[in-house]
T-cell receptor
Framework: GAGVSQSPSNKVTEKGKDVELRCDPISGHTALYWYRQSLGQGLEFLIYFQGNSAPDKSGLPSDRFSAERTGGSVSTLTIQRTQQEDSAVYLC????????????FGPGTRLTVT | AQSVSQHNHHVILSEAASLELGCNYSYGGTVNLFWYVQYPGQHLQLLLKYFSGDPLVKGIKGFEAEFIKSKFSFNLRKPSVQWSDTAEYFCAVNANNAGNMLTFGGGTRLMVKP
């Protein structure tokens, strides 16, 4: 079946602009995660959605970052007033409920803020 | 908060050499442990995972890892590497009281020379 898809694959934006990144999880996966991979660093957790529960936003680096998940499926990560330090690859993953289930990762969106 | 350390940032091996990549975590409670791999141009994918039971776990492509609780370690091993193992390897930890998100190490880039 189809894996996790993300769009766009690449995004170049000017400092100060807002951007929206989209994630389509695997059908039937109730858990959805956003991570960020900055140059030379590992993956950093951003936010986690599980079913209809309130999302865990503990990893969001600032209030310029927000995310929503509509209808328990597609998710959008929004970064307002982008800064150069926001440049990174943003990865989305989905899984069945429960920490023991494998997280399936999408291809990522490479964001470059000029 | 838990953290994960991968002390080897870059490893270069010749084919048929043995591999061991270190992973240490800093959390004293119950943990779930993972190794993910990212081949060039591909998505992150799961190599293996440990939740409970036999501390020696076997994954895909001949990889295995051993959980040593007393050392807070989960090192990845392969007795004989191949050129196709060239990739970046990430160790990740889920702490049982921290939701389902993963905390990743900084990654180890492995290059296998033919």
């Amino acid at each position: 079946g189809a894996g996790v898809s993300q769009s766009p694959s690449n995004k170049v934006t000017e400092k100060g602009k807002d951007v929206e990144l989209r994630c389509d999880p695997i059908s039937g996966h109730t858990a959805l995660y956003w991570y960020r991979q900055s140059l030379g660093q590992g993956l950093e957790f951003l936010i986690y959605f599980q079913g209809n529960s309130a999302p865990d936003k503990s990893g969001l680096p600032s209030d310029r970052f927000s995310a929503e998940r509509t209808g328990g499926s597609v998710s959008t990560l929004t970064i307002q007033r982008t800064q150069q330090e926001d440049s990174a690859v943003y990865l989305c993953a989905s899984s069945l409920q429960g920490a023991w289930h494998e997280q399936y990762f999408g291809p990522g969106t490479r964001l470059t803020v000029t | 908060a838990q953290s994960v350390s991968q002390h080897n940032h870059h490893v270069i091996l010749s084919e048929a050499a043995s591999l061991e990549l270190g992973c240490n975590y800093s959390y004293g409670g119950t943990v779930n442990l993972f190794w993910y791999v990212q081949y060039p141009g591909q998505h992150l994918q799961l190599l293996l995972k440990y939740f409970s039971g036999d501390p020696l776990v076997k994954g895909i492509k001949g990889f295995e890892a051993e959980f040593i609780k007393s050392k807070f370690s989960f090192n990845l091993r392969k007795p004989s590497v191949q050129w196709s193992d060239t990739a970046e390897y990430f160790c990740a930890v889920n702490a049982n009281n921290a939701g389902n998100m993963l905390t990743f190490g900084g990654g180890t880039r492995l290059m296998v020379k033919p």
